[in-house]
């Protein structure tokens, strides 16, 4: 492996570095560390779980077959042409994970470790030294065999291999059983386990080692779309999303939510939030979650900590449209959170995921999304893939890397691309490619821009209490609509309803009548409607009338009727009102229960300063402290520029590596180089698979090192097994400075 590595050209090299981007990171000292770092087991399993099923499937035919590799029988192996073979091939040894000797083309050894039983065979009959009988004699013993040992063998024939016989197992079975085991069809490794050889299962199979080569990628199907409808769609769902994330901080900045004990929101919480966004509780998970990871929403660290807007919200919606959503596409594409699993009960727990908790905290969700949306981009233009011919692309592309649940998960992510505009109509947008390609956030504003309506200054007003916005409202416009007003239908153009509780809301805030007239004259292209007027006129003249403060609580109101309704109103009782002066009224419940029992049951008190004068809330004050934006923990990739560096050094390393062993060559006696620990591991490991001494340098104890021919017989746990001097001795990994083969 060490010499096939050290011949690879220099672009050979930098492929391998670019494909196994682990083995680059730390750097390796010279190229036989870089081919003992590729031999070790973690990094084999990292470019397993990384191949395709083309790939994987011709590297189990690899296995299935004595080494070296011969292109022909690997594709006969598999039922298919030679010629379709032999670029995979290739690439799994630009891989590493196939190697050429002067013999031919040869698996790594810990491929097999890997995959133990690939393609559901077990383990070669010659291996455990046990003869089998011939393909022919396989198939004639089987058209005899009892019809218990056939069903045994159909079972076993395409895997898994092992097959255990419980207790009580039926008597006709037990039999079965003993008939395989004379005539050689299956192994005992245990008392109740039966094992079918490679040999027995590939006679069983015809001669295959699979039973439907999928070499070629399976075609998307879907609905196809034109450029126009994908790119407004989108469009337009970014525009729902912005102004839910608005809404969102709007109302958590007046009434932020606790933050579970444990963490997270609670579900009546959400309920709530659902409701203020008239969305889906599924999507208004989503848009907390969505918020979050952008960095504008978070626990605001108090010592009853709750769920609030971040300063970085108040600069990000500052920003035109486009860049505010770029900030939130590059966030759902490099979050590891999973809002999809809100509400569900993950396995092993009694309780439900709770939105902005630490359980739908998912490190696979950052690979699948991007593998998700990566078929899109790679599907035909215009087209919209269903998600079933999804979910059948991506175990194609990534067969040992899917969730148990792949059709959910996928229908997830489909879900959350057209919310956030990636796609429009289940095809992908133009701003949703340019977010693939890694574009700037300048790029990627620039791609959404031609797809957001501009943003409009006024309103028109209606005589149903209504009030009707062409477009998405500037910035002043659209917060003074949402304190006066509540969104009644969002679309091409956003509908407010004007109601009591909203116009006192604006009144609670501090605006008199005649400002908020004002304000909306200004706004709107029509005069203010003459019920509109009346039913802010009539709130204000209610407004304030009854004073609340706290004595625990009083109320004082220079109406005495609306008093007297107060203390006979039995929804009041809880209150417990008492009189104690014509005009007041006090509570033993706080405050601000008390202005709000009062409220909701249809009176209108303003909160009172002890001085006498009107509480004037700061609307969407509530901010959580300043603090870093998440960064998602990616991995750091290597680029071009590294790895030509990184070749270079491998190259002037392997020099140096050189004239130190002919150095070492022209010494009397064994010299031992330095070698690092990943060196060492592959060294002690291929001497214990092919029961060959090696030279070691040992530091015992007291610090002194000592030279070992040792025979090492197996390696586990940070420690090597084998024999010294004829002596059994167990040696401390970390203590060996060095290993060459004897």
């Known amino acids: 492996m060490a ?94 994970l196939l190697w050429r000797s002067p013999e031919g083309l040869r698996v790594a050894r810990t491929v097999a470790e890997v995959l133990p039983h690939p393609a559901g065979l077990g383990p070669r009959a010659a291996d455990s030294f046990v003869d089998v009988p011939d393909e022919e004699t396989v198939r004639a013993l089987t058209h005899d065999a009892p019809a218990a040992a056939r069903a045994i063998l159909d079972r076993l024939t395409w895997g898994p291999p092992l097959a255990v016989l419980p207790p009580g197992t039926p008597d006709r079975v037990a039999e079965a059983a003993r008939w395989l085991l004379e005539k050689h069809l299956v192994l005992a490794p245990a008392a109740d386990q039966l094992v079918l050889p490679r040999e027995v299962a590939l006679a069983l199979r015809q001669g295959r080692s699979h039973a439907a080569p999928a070499l070629q990628p399976p075609a998307l199907v879907g609905a196809h779309r034109t450029d126009s409808e994908v790119d407004a769609a989108a469009g337009q769902q970014v525009t729902d999303l912005l102004a839910l994330v608005d809404e969102l901080a709007a109302e958590w900045g007046l009434r932020p939510p606790r933050v579970l004990r444990s963490g997270g929101l ?32 978070a626990d605001d660290g108090s010592l009853e900590p709750s ?21 939130l596409a590059r966030a759902w594409l490099l979050t590891t959170r999973a809002p999809h ?52 692309a991506l175990g194609w592309h990534r ?115 005649d400002q908020v007239l004002g304000a909306l004259g200004d706004a709107s292209q029509t005069p203010v409607p003459q019920p509109l007027d009346y039913l ?52 033993p419940v706080a405050a601000e229960t008390v202005l709000e029992f009062l409220r909701d049951n249809g009176f209108a008190p303003a909160a009172e300063t002890p001085d006498g004068g009107i509480v004037v809330p700061t609307t969407g004050a509530h901010r959580t402290p300043q603090q870093r934006r998440p960064t998602p923990v990616t991995a750091q990739t290597v680029d071009d520029e590294l790895v030509t560096t990184m070749v270079g050094a491998l190259r002037a390393g392997e020099e140096a590596a050189a004239y130190q062993r002919e150095q070492v060559a022209s010494r009397p006696g064994p010299t031992l180089p330095s070698t690092d620990p990943t060196t060492t591991l592959a060294v002690l490991r291929d001497a214990a698979a092919d029961r060959q001494a090696v030279w070691i340098g040992y530091s015992d104890a007291d610090g002194r090192t000592q030279r070992l021919l040792f025979y090492p017989e197996r390696v586990e746990g940070g420690r090597v097994h084998g024999t010294a001097d004829g002596t059994a001795r167990t040696l401390s990994i970390h203590r060996v400075t060095g290993a060459v083969a004897g």
């Open 3 to 96: 010499d096939d590595v050290r011949e690879r050209t220099d672009g050979q090299l930098a492929e391998l570095l670019r494909r196994r981007q682990d083995l680059a990171r730390p750097a390796p000292a010279d190229l036989s560390a870089l081919a003992a770092r590729a031999g070790t087991r973690a990094s084999v399993q990292r470019a397993v779980d990384s191949l395709d099923l083309a790939h994987l499937q011709v590297l189990e035919a690899a296995l299935a077959m004595p080494s070296p590799l011969d292109a022909p029988v690997v594709a006969a192996l598999l039922g298919v042409a030679a010629d379709q073979v032999e670029p995979l091939l290739d690439d799994l040894w630009a891989l590493a």
């Open 266 to 297: 609670a579900v009546r919480d959400l309920k709530r939030l659902a409701s203020v966004l008239d969305v889906t509780e599924a999507r208004a998970a989503f848009v907390a979650e969505l918020a979050y990871a952008a960095g504008l929403l």
């Open 307 to 327: 769920w609030a807007p971040t300063p970085a919200y108040d600069e990000w919606q500052q920003h035109p449209g486009p860049q505010r959503w770029a900030v």
């Open 341 to 392: 699993l809100v509400g569900t009960t993950p396995a092993g727990a009694s309780g439900t995921v709770n939105a902005l908790g630490p359980e739908a905290h998912w490190p696979p969700a950052r690979g699948l999304r991007k593998d998700v949306v990566d078929q899109l981009a790679a599907a035909t233009p215009r087209l919209a893939p269903d998600r079933e011919s999804i979910a059948t």
């Open 399 to 513: 067969p040992r890397r899917v969730p148990a649940r792949l059709d959910t998960v996928v229908g997830a992510v489909l879900g959350e691309a057209e919310w956030v505009g990636v796609t429009g109509r289940g095809a992908i947008s133009s701003a949703g490619r340019a977010l693939l390609d890694g574009r700037s956030d300048t790029d990627l504003a620039a791609a959404m821009q031609p797809h957001l309506p501009e943003p409009v200054e006024h309103v028109l007003l209606q005589a149903d209490l209504t009030a009707i916005a062409p477009g998405p409202l500037s910035g002043g416009l659209a917060t003074f609509m949402r304190l006066v007003a509540d969104v009644e239908s969002r679309g091409g153009a956003t509908v407010y309803r004007f109601t009591q509780e909203s116009v006192r809301r604006c009144l609670d805030a501090g605006w008199s009548a």
């Open 536 to 587: 802010i006129r009539d709130v204000a003249r209610r407004h304030g009338q009854a004073r609340v403060g706290a004595m625990r609580a009083y109320v004082r109101c220079d109406d005495e009727a609306t008093l007297g309704a107060m203390v006979a109103d039995r929804e009041l009782s809880p209150l417990q009102l008492r009189s104690i002066a014509p005009t007041i009224l006090v509570s």
